[in-house]
């Protein structure tokens, strides 16, 4: 096979800049955590402090939350993020590290995250607040990203 060809399987590897833009566009992508048997993929909607951290929420639902349960559990998490447009054109970024849960006086760090970029910005509504949420930080300690555009 080609040089040129493969490239496009493989994708090319993305400098710091593209990734940190790709993250501040995308707002979505599957959480993996695990409990040390078993591996939990979750979709979230995701805010990106374009420095070292992703902020997500996990709604509560009844007094144990799965995903809760397996984040709390999770020594490192990773965080994929991809976009595809066709066969040869895709960029896919994957996120790794420690999850950290919100405290109170945090919560403004998550807010604004979550604002800028995230799926649900209205999630924070002045009128309507939610309630029982639970702020998670990703504390990005390695990020990689592969791009190809065909």
Request: aromatic share 10%; hydrophobic share 35%.
């Amino acid at each position: 096979m080609a040089p040129e060809k493969f490239a496009e399987i493989e994708g090319i590897e993305m400098d710091r800049e593209m990734v940190d833009a790709f993250l501040r566009e995308q707002g979505r992508g599957i959480l993996s955590l695990t409990d040390g048997r078993e591996g939990y993929g979750v979709p979230v909607s995701f805010g990106y402090d374009s420095e070292d951290s992703l902020y997500f929420v996990f709604l509560r639902v009844g007094e144990q939350s799965k995903k809760s349960r397996f984040a709390e559990q999770t020594e490192r998490a990773s965080l994929t993020v991809y976009d595809v447009t066709s066969k040869h054109v895709w960029t896919s970024v994957i996120a790794s590290g420690p999850l950290h849960q919100i405290s109170d006086d945090e919560w403004s760090e998550l807010e604004a995250a979550v604002e800028d970029n995230a799926w649900y910005p209205s999630l924070f509504s002045e009128a309507e607040p939610m309630q029982d949420i639970q702020g998670w930080e990703l504390r990005i300690e390695e990020v990689t990203g592969q791009q190809s555009e065909g």
